[in-house]
């Protein structure tokens, strides 16, 4: 159970007590909604990033959630990849494909990873031709006030500085609202090159889950949610704000501990 829950107009803020919470946590709330598409749209349309993400995903390969959720109608995408070998240790496609897709049964076809064979520009624009084919065939939604893509849901990591993502802090990537994929070749964090969804995309998704641990990520975590006043820097991760849809925060308390005014019921 939560320590703490809270809506403010950063979203709905899950504290839980440790990462074995947030893992179960996280996992009922991807098969709530997984569910919730698939009896709606009767697909679920689920981008993923790097990181740590996907090792705290790992309650979904086992019971009950490896036989409830209905995986046959997930497609996967992901919010952002490195330009490298799918069986390089960078990739995400890897990451994610040895942590969570080989595990479930995901429809080989469903899973939309970059082309690794192509440059950054490309593998961007190709990318975004295959979700444009997926949108026509509404396998992703579409945004009622744009023409971007309406994900189920979209989860985000952050790092310390605040990046989402790979749209980093002071980067011209976050000022992309023509692309629904940009990619850049000098990220700050290795490897260089990567490719990206844009923010626009990101805040037209009907779900944004932002998982958050650890104390290094403590001062970004206030910077993204607290109300800092005028000198609010332009964080990314204070930039995702869903124009329709719901944002949730998973922290643990380390990465929790600097927010402004929050009680844990304990
Ligand atoms: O591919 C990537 O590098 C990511 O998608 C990136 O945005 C990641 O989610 C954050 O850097 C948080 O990573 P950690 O959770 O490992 O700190």
């Known amino acids: 159970m939560a320590l703490s829950e809270v809506n403010n107009d950063r979203g709905e803020l899950r504290v839980l007590e440790n990462s074995d919470e947030l893992r179960t946590d996280l996992a009922d709330y991807i098969a709530e909604l997984s569910e919730a598409a698939v009896k709606e749209r009767g697909v679920f349309a689920i ?15 086992e019971a009950p959630y490896n036989k ?11 919010a952002d990849e490195r330009v490298v070998a799918k069986n390089h240790s960078d990739s995400n496609y890897k990451l994610a494909k040895d942590g969570l897709l080989s595990k479930v049964p995901i429809v080989p076809s469903h899973v939309h990873s970059i082309n690794d064979s192509v440059s ?28 971007c893509p309406k994900f189920d849901l979209i989860l985000l990591g952050m790092g310390p500085d605040g990046h989402i993502a790979s749209l980093f802090p002071n980067h011209s990537a976050l000022d992309e609202t023509d692309e629904w994929v940009t990619f850049i070749i000098d990220s700050p964090k290795p490897p260089p090159e990567r490719i990206t969804f844009t923010l626009p995309v990101i805040n037209s998704a009907s779900n944004v889950a932002m998982v958050v641990t650890g104390e290094s990520k403590a001062e970004a975590v206030h910077l ?16 995702v704000q869903p124009t329709k849809g719901k944002l949730v925060w998973f922290l643990d308390k380390p990465a929790a501990s600097k927010l402004d005014g929050l009680q844990f019921s304990e």
Not at 134 to 144: Q, Y
Not at 224 to 239: F, K, M, Q, T, V
């Open 224 to 239: 993204a949610i607290d109300n800092i006043g005028p000198d609010c820097p332009s964080l990314p991760a204070r930039l």
């Open 120 to 147: 950054a520009e490309e593998a961007a624009d190709e990318y975004m031709f295959v979700i444009r084919q997926l949108v026509k065939t509404r396998m992703v939604s579409v945004s009622d006030i744009s023409d």
């Open 47 to 61: 981008a993923l990033s790097g990181g740590s993400l996907i090792d705290l995903m790992g309650k979904l390969c």
């Open 68 to 78: 409830t959720v209905d995986w046959a109608k997930w497609y996967i995408f992901w």
